[in-house]
Nanobody, 124 residues
Framework: QVQLVESGGGLVQAGGSLRLSCAAS????????MGWFRQVPGKEREFVAA????????RYADSVKGRFTISRDNAKNTVYLQMNSLKPEDTAVYYC?????????????????WGQGTQVTVSS
């Protein structure tokens, strides 16, 4: 399994931006399709964005479409989530996930490796 470590979370005002990073170790990231999920206490983890192994295909939750961008740098073994125009409702713990397949997926059960999460807090 690949090990994943998220970073880049923090406190930001509404309308601001953050870029999350997910660094992989143990395996080459280019063999995995990747995803970002988020979770608020007391609620289920929800899909945010996903990217195929090559980076040629992406998928977004409707709630973040047009504001968030997922990308990957396989040479650096890192996946990114650029978050712009942040809203208070984006506040959550954000998790990076990996699946050893070519194509994108949007459900938790499709991913078999997870990071520990990074907190994003958006103040109004």
């Amino acid at each position: 399994q690949v090990q994943l470590v998220e970073s880049g979370g923090g406190l930001v005002q509404a309308g601001g931006s953050l870029r999350l990073s997910c660094a992989a170790s143990g395996r080459t990231l280019s063999t995995y399709a990747m995803g970002w999920f988020r979770q608020v206490p007391g609620k289920e983890r929800e899909f945010v964005a996903a990217i195929s192994r090559s980076g040629g295909s992406t998928r977004y939750a409707d709630s973040v479409k047009g504001r968030f961008t997922i990308s990957r740098d396989n040479a650096k073994n890192t996946v990114y989530l650029q978050m712009n125009s942040l809203k208070p409702e984006d506040t959550a713990v954000y998790y990076c996930a990996a699946r050893p397949f070519l194509t994108v997926a949007t459900t938790e059960v499709s991913f078999d490796s997870w990071g520990q999460g990074t907190q994003v807090t958006v103040s109004s």
